[in-house]
């Protein structure tokens, strides 16, 4: 994976979650796909009165987000298959 914002590099979901890495964040009304590393999440990103991942008020709208998928392919033993039933109200 890398950070949608400076482009750092980490291994797997798993490092980047005992990181402390952001899967998201909002910059002003838009929904920004992360993943953010941690330094870019301390200096840039806040949790908001509403428990959201936010966008600085001094930072909102100036970054620049790097474009791309940010997760690499998993590993066919890591990828799981669901299937959701829709109850047919019998």
Known sequence: MK???????????????????????????????GPFCPSCSETLIEIDEVGEYAVKEEYQGKI???????????????VSIGIILKDGGN
Do not use: L, N
Not at 3 to 26: L, R
Not at 64 to 78: A, K, L
């Open 64 to 78: 620049v987000y790097q474009e791309g998928d940010f997760f690499e392919e998993e590993p066919p033993e890591h």
């Open 3 to 33: 950070c949608a914002i400076c482009g750092i590099q980490i291994d797997s979901v798993e490092d980047a979650i005992d990181q402390g890495w952001t899967p998201y964040t909002w910059d002003g009304g838009q929904e920004k796909d």
